[in-house]
Each structure stands twice: as structure tokens, then as C-alpha cells.
């Protein structure tokens, strides 16, 4: 099992900048890759950002976030990051840390997620 803990969201207005904290339990020897997703109101859960764990740290972003979003880990720590810059209103979510062990397709451990709202 995988516990995950995010921190760091809160309220900022648009143009600012936050950085959420993921941290992962003990068991993180089989965790291959982390990632950030969000859920707006009344919308579906999306990607947004995903770094691999073992070996590089190879990582994606969604296209609207790329270039203001960044995603970066600290494997001695167990813990992965986003910082946001240049938050548009459209950021505003729920954002949830998810993690993926090594020969799993899909994440299968998910954080209780952090609120982030941008005010215009």
C-alpha cells in the first residue's frame, strides 16, 4: 500500500504562483511513476502533470499547463512537487497526487487532494 498526502493549495490571484507538496509513505520502492491530476466543479478528473520515479526522471504535462507548471521529485524525501506559475482562473481544482507501481497501467493510489483557487 501507497498512503499519499498533499499539501500547499490554497487561494491566489491570477498571474501568482503555489507549489504543492506530495508526500508518500514507507513503500515507495515499487512506486514507478507519480502525477498530479485535478477535478473541477462539475468536470472529470484530468492529467495534468507525470514524473517517473525509477531511473530517469522523465515527466509530461498537459498541454495547457506546459510552461507554467513544473513537476520534480526527491526520491530520499518520498515526496514529488508541482509549482505553478502564472495560474490562470481556469486552474481552479481540486488537485490530487496519484501514484503507479511498477507494472501497473494505471494509478492506483491516490492522495485526499488539495483545493487551488484563482481569483481573477
Known amino acids: 500500500q501507497v498512503q499519499l498526502v498533499e499539501s500547499g493549495g490554497g487561494l491566489v490571484q491570477a498571474g501568482g504562483s503555489l507549489r504543492l507538496s506530495c508526500t508518500a509513505s514507507q513503500r515507495t520502492v515499487s512506486v514507478y511513476g507519480m502525477g498530479w491530476f485535478r477535478q473541477a466543479p462539475g468536470k472529470e478528473r484530468e492529467f495534468v502533470a507525470t514524473i517517473r520515479r525509477i531511473g530517469a526522471a522523465i515527466t509530461s504535462y498537459r498541454n495547457s499547463v506546459e510552461g507554467r507548471f513544473t513537476i520534480s521529485r526527491d526520491n530520499a524525501k518520498n515526496m514529488v512537487y508541482l509549482q505553478m506559475d502564472s495560474l490562470k482562473p481556469e486552474d481552479t481544482a481540486v488537485y490530487y497526487c496519484?501514484?503507479?507501481?511498477?507494472?501497473?497501467?494505471?494509478?492506483?493510489?491516490w492522495g485526499q487532494g488539495t483545493q487551488v483557487t484563482v481569483s481573477s
Open positions: 496519484a501514484a503507479k507501481l511498477v507494472g501497473d497501467t494505471t494509478y492506483n493510489y
